[in-house]
Antibody, heavy 118, light 110 residues
Framework: QVQLVESGGGLVKPGGSLRLSCAAS????????MSWIRQAPGKGLEWVSY????????YYADSVKGRFTISRDNAKNSLYLQMNSLRAEDTAVYYC???????????WGQGTLVTVSS | QSALTQPASVSGSPGQSITISCTGT?????????VSWYQQHPGKAPKLMIY???KRPSGVSNRFSGSKSGNTASLTISGLQAEDEADYYC??????????FGTGTKVTVL
C-alpha cells in the first residue's frame, strides 16, 4: 500500500534552515508528481510546493517562493523540501502528498512538525 | 489566490444529512471540474473522500457525495454517523497555482 513517511522536522530559530524528507513506498515513485502541503497549528491546509515526476516542472506558493526549494531523488524514492530564512509563520505540520494524474492529491503522509521560534 | 470559502461549522444528528459548501471563483472552482474533498480527524492526515467533484475513491462510503454548480462545490454526508465528526476541506485545482484549499468546516454529530 502507499506509504509516505516524512522526517526532518523540529525546532529552529527564525532565519534558520531545515530540510524535510519524505520516503515513499508502495508505488512507482518516479511515475508520480509530488507535493508539500502544510497546516499551521489549529489552522487550515495550505499548499506549499509541487514537483513533476521528472523534476522539470516546479511550482511554489507565493508565501515560500525564494526561500523554499523542492527536489526529488527518484533512485531513492524520496522527496525533499529545503527551507531557508524560516519565519515564525512557517510553523506548521508539513505533509508530503502524492499527486495522481498531475492534479489530484490522493495520498498524504502523517506529517512532520516544524516550529520556528527563538 | 485566496482560499475557497467554507462554513466554519456544520452540525447534524445521527441519521440526518448535511451539506458543506465550498465557494471559489471563475479562476478555480468555476474553471475546472477538479474539486476534491478531504476528511481530517484530529491529529491525523487528511483522507481523500471525493474527487473530480463527485467521484468517490474505492473504500469511501456512498454516504458521501459531491456536486458543483458554477463557482460553488458541495459535499453532502447522508445518514450522518458519529465517525463522520471531523474537519472537511475542499480543494480546487487552479492551473499554475496549482491548488487552492478551502477554509475548512468542522462537522459535529450531535
Amino acid at each position: 500500500q502507499v506509504q509516505l513517511v516524512e522526517s526532518g522536522g523540529g525546532l529552529v530559530k527564525p532565519g534558520g534552515s531545515l530540510r524535510l524528507s519524505c520516503a515513499a513506498s508502495g508505488f512507482t515513485f518516479s511515475d508520480y508528481y509530488m507535493s508539500w502541503i502544510r497546516q499551521a497549528p489549529g489552522k487550515g491546509l495550505e499548499w506549499v510546493s509541487y514537483i513533476s515526476s521528472s523534476g522539470s516542472t516546479i511550482y511554489y506558493a507565493d508565501s515560500v517562493k525564494g526561500r523554499f526549494t523542492i527536489s526529488r531523488d527518484n533512485a531513492k524514492n524520496s522527496l525533499y523540501l529545503q527551507m531557508n530564512s524560516l519565519r515564525a509563520e512557517d510553523t506548521a505540520v508539513y505533509y508530503c502528498a502524492r499527486v495522481l494524474s498531475g492534479y489530484l492529491i490522493d495520498y498524504w503522509g502523517q506529517g512532520t512538525l516544524v516550529t520556528v521560534s527563538s | 489566490q485566496s482560499a475557497l470559502t467554507q462554513p466554519a461549522s456544520v452540525s447534524g444528528s445521527p441519521g440526518q444529512s448535511i451539506t458543506i459548501s465550498c465557494t471559489g471563483t471563475s479562476s478555480d472552482v468555476g474553471s475546472y471540474n477538479l474539486v476534491s474533498w478531504y476528511q481530517q480527524h484530529p491529529g491525523k492526515a487528511p483522507k481523500l473522500m471525493i474527487y473530480e467533484g463527485s467521484k468517490r475513491p474505492s473504500g469511501v462510503s456512498n454516504r458521501f457525495s459531491g456536486s458543483k454548480s458554477g463557482n460553488t462545490a458541495s459535499l453532502t454526508i447522508s445518514g450522518l454517523q458519529a465517525e463522520d465528526e471531523a474537519d472537511y476541506y475542499c480543494c480546487s485545482y487552479a492551473g499554475s497555482t496549482p491548488y487552492v484549499f478551502g477554509t475548512g468546516t468542522k462537522v459535529t454529530v450531535l
